[in-house]
């Protein structure tokens, strides 16, 4: 998940994504599926599909990540 995260942010530097509880923060991710806020849309980005990966419960497929341009 911190290999996407840098690189998405493009900061090689990127220790981790800012949480609330178990949720990845709304102020950094905004409207992606794996924050605490409910939109009208949600995106699954690359990075949710590498956290789900990381967990070793799943198999994903990134071609079916959302394009997710915030940040």
Not at 44 to 65: C, E, H, P, Q, W
Request: aromatic share 12%; proline share 1%.
């Amino acid at each position: 998940m911190l290999e996407e995260a840098r690189n998405h942010f493009k900061c090689n530097e990127l220790q981790g994504i800012e949480l609330i509880d178990s949720h990845f923060s709304h102020r950094i991710m905004g409207n992606e599926l794996m924050t605490p806020w409910k939109s009208a849309i949600q995106h699954v980005s690359r990075i949710t599909l590498a956290y789900f990966k990381d967990t070793g419960m799943y198999d994903v497929n990134y071609s079916m990540a959302n394009r997710f341009t915030y940040g």
